[in-house]
Every structure is written in structure tokens, then in C-alpha cells.
């Protein structure tokens, strides 16, 4: 079966840049989501199509897509962004997520 | 902005079958794939499967022969019944709308907020 592979933590300082991955084989050649979820809160769609954001999602978040590596980069970091970061695609009709990131602002 | 909502019982018996209900308001079932997924406490998320307002289902295969899915357009409801429970399977079960699948480029855009289902005796 496919997967979905992420680093379990990610820290960042206020005002860095913050880039989560999401390996898989061949994922290039897919499209990748990623989804933003604070603690009791349900999962958000923050990219789409490897790097198109949801109206209401801040400029800050952006993606990329090639080869084996999906990445979520988060620009000016705030505070506010931290939360667990799912990736997420389609394997023909079946859907896989990455085991998530924890992104920790310090 | 349409909105989902998840209902059924918090607490369910091994062995016997969860059941659940995802409603949709401010918006149609129609014409779209409508998908749930779980979170056990602390982990990450999994897809369970998804169905399609006309009726057609993909399922995960890790839990195939367990998994039904079904869909009410009547009621703008669908459902989840997963059967010979066990601990395992006691998670947050959210409902999710898939955009985007006719197109190409799917996306769950919209959840439900979810809700606890614990497997205990």
C-alpha cells in the first residue's frame, strides 16, 4: 500500500521560515494536500493541487510538489500556526495521509 | 459555507457495530463525494472511505469487510456502520466533504467537528 512519510516535529523561531516534507514514491506525480490541525480542533485545508490555498488561507502558506518530496512551506511564522500539519493524497481511488508533523513555535 | 455534523453513539461494545450519521445543511449532498475519517486519541488521521451522492463507495482496504457506507439524499444524511469493533477502533470520527474529485484535483474542504466513539465494555 502507499505512504505517506513525515518528520514528527518541526521547530521554527517567530518570523522564520518553516518547511514541513512529505515523501512518498512518485508523489510528484500526484497531487498533495496539506491540512492545518490545532489541539481539539477539526483538520483545515491550508493547500490543495500541491500549492493553491483555500480562500481565507494566508499567503504565508505555500506548496511545492516534485520528484519524491511534497513540501509545506510557512513564511513569516506566527504563533498562531502552531499546530499538527497533515499531507494527504490520492493513490487511484484510496486516499493516504502522512502520520503528521508537530510544529512547534519558539 | 456548508456545514457537517456528525451523530451517533459515544460508547459502543467490542464486537458489535458502530454506527454513525453525517447531516449536511446549508448545502446539497448532491453532486459531490462525501468521505469519513478517523483519529484515534494522540495519532494521526485515517481514511476510512467515501462514497459518492449516487451511491458508489471506495473503501480502505485495511478495514474492507467492515466498512459500509451509505448514502441518504432524501435526507442529505450519509453513514458510516463499521462492524466487529474492537479497542482499536476507538478514535474521533469525522465526516468530510470531497471537492474537487470530478475535476482532478480533490480536496476535503469541508469537516464536520467531530466525534468521540470509544469501544469498551
Known amino acids: 500500500s502507499y505512504e505517506l512519510t513525515q518528520p514528527p516535529s518541526v521547530s521554527v523561531s517567530p518570523g522564520q521560515t518553516a518547511s514541513i516534507t512529505c515523501s512518498g514514491d512518485k508523489l510528484g506525480d500526484k497531487y498533495a494536500c496539506w491540512y492545518q490541525q490545532k489541539p481539539g480542533q477539526s483538520p483545515v485545508l491550508v493547500i490543495f493541487?500541491?500549492?493553491k490555498r483555500p480562500s481565507g488561507i494566508p499567503e504565508r502558506f505555500s506548496g511545492s510538489n516534485s520528484g519524491n518530496t511534497a513540501t509545506l512551506t510557512i513564511s513569516g511564522t506566527q504563533a498562531l500556526d502552531e499546530a499538527d500539519y497533515y499531507c494527504q493524497a490520492w493513490d487511484s481511488s484510496n486516499v493516504v495521509f502522512g502520520g503528521g508533523t508537530k510544529l512547534t513555535v519558539l | 459555507q456548508v456545514q457537517l455534523q456528525e451523530s451517533g453513539p459515544g460508547l459502543v461494545k467490542p464486537s458489535e457495530t458502530l454506527s454513525l450519521t453525517c447531516t449536511v445543511s446549508?448545502?446539497?449532498?448532491?453532486?459531490?463525494?462525501w468521505s469519513w475519517i478517523r483519529q484515534p486519541p494522540g495519532k494521526g488521521l485515517e481514511w476510512i472511505g467515501h462514497?459518492?451522492?449516487?451511491?458508489?463507495?471506495n473503501y480502505n482496504p485495511s478495514l474492507k469487510g467492515r466498512v459500509t457506507i451509505s448514502v441518504d439524499t432524501s435526507k442529505n444524511q450519509f453513514s458510516l456502520n463499521l462492524s466487529s469493533v474492537t479497542a482499536a477502533d476507538t478514535a474521533v470520527y469525522y465526516c468530510?466533504?470531497?471537492?474537487?474529485?470530478?475535476?482532478?484535483?480533490?480536496?476535503?474542504?469541508?469537516w464536520g467537528q467531530g466525534t468521540l466513539v470509544t469501544v469498551s465494555s
Open positions: 468530510a466533504r470531497v471537492l474537487g474529485k470530478v475535476a482532478g484535483n480533490p480536496r476535503f474542504d469541508s
Open positions: 446549508s448545502g446539497s449532498i448532491s453532486s459531490f463525494y
Open positions: 462514497i459518492y451522492y449516487s451511491g458508489s463507495t
Open positions: 493541487q500541491n500549492s
